[in-house]
């Protein structure tokens, strides 16, 4: 069962505009979330992370918001820059017992392209 | 201060051969992580270290993988003999404290396997 969704594989938007991204989890357990940018050939950087005691938190351009009820989680970026263009995973995790316990569950992934 | 250290970066290997994989965490983490990615999806986790106990290990083929960290410092993963469906990415990350805490996870670049 996949508990960390990512239903948009591609997302493409013009430099200086918002990329939001987005990300849907099943598990109630989940509550801490993070973001990580995939460059090709590289491993995963992390971004910006999020507790499930907030439903916001921002580092610069970018701001994750969290849906605790609607079980999903969003990455905005703004502006878009060119260099933003990569794979963007979104991942979460659960400190209570169960198999989610001390693992990061990602979802598959979505491609931003940021168009000069 | 140094990131998580990895290698080899690629190998191309035939079916049946053994191979192995290093990894160096980031300096003072106690948690290691082993994760493989197959293509097109999120990363998922193998192994997971506190110091040098692997406390999580379900994920884990062991009848042909197997890992160590002998020390609780670096590690290595070994798959013998090695398959066509192992053909992936496989990334360590390291965290600073143990795993009941809402800890980030930092990745390596991840070595890169080919099974011919």
């Known amino acids: 069962d996949q508990q960390v969704k990512q239903n948009s594989p591609s997302l493409s938007v013009q430099e200086g505009r918002i990329s939001i991204l987005n990300c849907d989890y099943t598990?109630?357990?989940?509550?801490?979330f993070l973001w990580y940018k995939k460059y090709p050939a590289e491993g995963p950087t992390f971004l910006i992370s999020i507790s499930s005691i907030k439903d916001k938190n921002e580092d610069g351009r970018f701001t994750v918001f969290l849906n605790k009820s609607a079980k999903h989680l969003s990455l905005h970026i703004v502006p878009s820059q060119p260099g933003d263009s990569a794979v963007y995973f979104c991942a979460a995790s659960a400190r209570a017992g169960g198999t989610s316990y001390g693992k990061l569950t990602f979802g598959q992934g979505t491609i931003l392209t940021v168009h000069p | 201060e140094a990131g998580v250290v990895q290698s080899p970066r690629y190998k191309i290997i035939e079916k049946k051969q053994p191979v192995a994989f290093w990894c160096n965490p980031i300096?003072?983490?106690?948690?290691l992580y082993w994760y493989l990615q197959n293509l097109g999806q999120g990363p998922e986790l193998l192994i997971r270290y506190e110091n040098e106990e692997a406390v999580d290990d379900s994920q884990l083929p062991k009848d042909r993988f197997s890992a160590e960290r002998l020390k609780g410092v670096d590690s290595t993963l070994k798959i013998q003999p090695a398959e066509l469906g192992d053909s992936a990415v496989y990334l360590c990350a390291s965290s600073e404290g143990l795993a009941g805490a809402q800890e980030t996870q930092y990745f390596g670049p991840g070595t890169r396997l080919l099974v011919l």
């Open positions: 598990n109630s357990m989940f509550d801490y």
């Open positions: 300096s003072g983490h106690n948690t």
